[in-house]
Nanobody, 125 residues
Framework: QVQLVESGGGLVQAGGSLRLSCAAS????????MGWFRQAPGKEREFVAA????????NYADSVRGRFTISRDNAKNTVYLQMNSLKPEDTAVYYC??????????????????WGQGTQVTVSS
């Protein structure tokens, strides 16, 4: 079992930045693809970004590419999502997810094995 806990969400003005963290416990993350998803009210959970176990490969949704950066520190069992140039449409609950021996091209939420509880990100205009 892997337990994931997100942190770093909050309220920010449009154009601002936030850094989300996802701390894992229970198992080392070194064999897991890690992903970030988000879900806005009344909408389906959508893929944001993913990173391979080595950190060499990443994948981003078109809506965040160039503004968001996913990274990981396997020694700390932690994954990050740096979000810059935030827009009101980025407002959502952001979830961290882990996919054992997965690939970064998995963008469907049911392709991931473990999930955190989520952290709220609100971007005001």
């Amino acid at each position: 079992q892997v337990q994931l806990v997100e942190s770093g969400g909050g309220l920010v003005q449009a154009g601002g930045s936030l850094r989300l963290s996802c701390a894992a416990s229970g198992r080392t993350l070194s064999m897991y693809v890690m992903g970030w998803f988000r879900q806005a009210p009344g909408k389906e959970r959508e893929f944001v970004a993913a990173i391979s176990w080595s950190g060499r490969n990443t994948n981003y949704a078109d809506s965040v590419r160039g503004r968001f950066t996913i990274s990981r520190d396997n020694a700390k069992n932690t994954v990050y999502l740096q979000m810059n140039s935030l827009k009101p449409e980025d407002t959502a609950v952001y979830y961290c997810a882990a996919d054992y021996l997965g690939v970064v091209t998995t963008t469907l939420f049911n392709g991931y094995d473990y999930w955190g509880q989520g952290t709220q990100v609100t971007v005001s205009s």
